[in-house]
C-alpha cells in the first residue's frame, strides 16, 4: 500500500544480471525487504501486460503440497519467469524442484526470495542490506509526520536500515514522542509490534520474525547464535571459536556453523585487511542475547570474550615493534570488541592490565 523507496541501484544490477542467469536467489534477513524488492524486479523483468503469479511457500502445506503450488503459480504467469517466495520453508524440496524446471525449461527464469540459498547449480545468491540512510529516512518520513529530521536519521541508524523495523517503528511514533521513542529503542523487540498489520504474521513483531530464522537453524547453530550474541561488532573465526566452543560445540564444528549462519542471513560475512569477519545485525545479536539469558550464560561468555581480548592486546604489544601496521589496522577493527572487554575487565578486576596494555593503540 505504501510507495516503494530506493533499491534502484539493485534492480539495475539484478535485472542486468538475468541476462546471463536464469536463476537469482534474492536472500538477505528477516525483515529487508526481500519480498517487496522481488515484486518490484518481477514488475521490472516482466513488464505489463504479462502477468507474475508468485508462489508463497510459507503457506504451503508441506512438501506435498509444493508441486501443485508452483504448478498453479506456471499457470497464472503468462512471461517466462516464476517467482518463488519464503523458500526457506522448504528449501530442500525447492531446491529439487528449481532444478528440475530449469532443466526442463530452457526458456525459463526463477527468482527465488529466501533466508537461505537454495545451493543448486547455476544458483546466483545476491545478498540484500538494509536501506542507505537516505532511504530509510525517505521510508520513514513517508510513513510519519515528524518536524525532526535529526530523530529520523537517529531512528533509522539505531534500526540499520531494516525496512520491517521502520514500518514497526513509524507506528509507534505515531502514538508517541520521538524523542522518548529514542529511548527505548534498546528494547527493540519487545517495542516494534504492530497486531493490527496486515500481512504474514511473522511480519507483525520484529522478534517473530526473527524467530523464523531461529526455527530454520540446527541445535548448534542456535547454540552458537546466543553466544556469539556478546560480541558488539564485528569478529572473526577466531575469537568466535574461543568464546563459543565447549563440550557441545567443538571447535571442529565451527566452520560448517558459521557457514549455515551466513548461508541463513543470520551472520554477514564480509573480506577485510585482517581477514574474513563476521557481523551479527543488532536486533538479530538482541534476540540471541535473549537466549543467552535462558541458558545462564551471559557471565561465562562474557569473561571468555574478555579474555580472549586481553590476551589479543597482550600479543599485539609483543610484536608491536615488527609489526606496528598489521597491528594498527587489527586493533582498529576490533574497537567494539576492546571497549566492552574493558568495561568487562572493570567490573572483574582486570580493567587496567587491558587498558595499560592497549597503549599502542591510544598513542596512534
Not at 534502484?8 to 546471463?20: K, M, P, S, V
Not at 519464503?86 to 530452457?106: F, I, M, N, Q, R
Not at 615493534?321 to 567490573?347: F, I, Y
Request: some cysteine; proline content about 3%.
Amino acid at each position: 500500500m505504501s510507495a516503494f523507496v530506493g533499491r534502484r541501484d539493485e534492480i539495475a544490477e539484478i535485472t542486468a544480471l538475468f541476462g546471463r542467469v536464469r536463476l537469482v536467489t534474492l536472500s538477505g534477513a528477516g525483515g529487508v525487504g526481500k519480498t517487496r524488492l522481488g515484486l518490484e524486479l518481477a514488475r521490472t523483468l516482466v513488464p505489463e501486460p504479462a502477468v507474475i503469479d508468485v508462489a508463497e511457500l510459507a503457506q504451503v502445506g508441506g512438501p506435498q503440497a509444493l508441486a501443485p503450488a508452483v504448478t498453479e503459480a506456471l499457470a497464472l504467469s503468462t512471461g517466462s519467469l516464476l517467482v518463488l517466495d519464503t523458500c526457506e520453508a522448504l528449501v530442500d524440496e525447492v531446491a529439487s524442484l528449481v532444478s528440475g524446471l530449469l532443466a526442463a525449461d530452457s526458456e525459463l527464469r526463477v527468482l527465488a526470495i529466501s533466508r537461505q540459498s537454495l545451493a543448486v547449480p547455476g544458483e546466483h545468491l545476491w545478498v540484500l542490506g538494509g536501506l542507505s540512510a537516505r532511504d530509510a529516512r525517505s521510508l520513514l518520513a513517508d510513513l510519519v509526520d515528524t518536524r525532526s529530521p535529526e530523530t529520523l536519521t537517529e531512528v533509522c541508524d539505531r534500526l540499520e536500515g531494516l525496512p520491517l523495523a521502520i514500518e514497526l517503528a513509524a507506528v509507534r511514533l505515531r502514538a508517541m514522542p520521538a524523542e522518548d521513542f529514542v529511548t527505548t529503542l534498546d528494547d527493540r523487540l519487545t517495542l516494534l509490534v504492530d497486531e493490527d498489520r496486515q500481512g504474514p504474521s511473522r511480519h507483525r513483531a520484529l522478534a517473530t520474525c526473527i524467530g523464523w530464522s531461529h526455527q530454520l537453524c540446527t541445535e548448534r547453530e542456535r547454540l552458537f547464535w546466543a553466544r556469539v550474541s556478546v560480541f558488539p561488532g564485528e569478529f572473526d573465526l577466531e575469537a568466535a571459536t574461543y568464546v563459543c566452543r565447549d563440550d557441545t560445540l567443538r571447535a571442529q564444528d565451527m566452520v560448517d556453523v558459521v557457514t549455515g549462519l551466513v548461508d541463513k542471513s543470520v551472520l554477514l560475512r564480509r573480506e577485510t585487511v585482517a581477514g574474513v569477519r563476521f557481523l551479527m545485525p543488532g536486533a538479530t545479536r538482541e534476540f540471541g542475547a535473549g537466549w543467552l539469558a535462558l541458558l545462564g550464560q551471559q557471565e561465562e561468555v562474557r569473561l571468555r570474550h574478555h579474555d580472549f581480548y586481553l590476551a589479543l592486546a597482550r600479543n599485539a604489544e609483543r610484536e608491536w615493534p615488527r609489526r606496528q601496521v598489521r597491528w594498527h589496522r587489527r586493533l582498529r577493527l576490533e574497537a567494539a570488541n576492546l571497549a566492552q572487554a574493558l568495561e568487562t575487565g572493570l567490573e572483574a578486576g582486570t580493567g587496567l592490565e587491558l587498558a595499560g596494555t592497549l597503549w599502542i593503540l591510544w598513542v596512534c
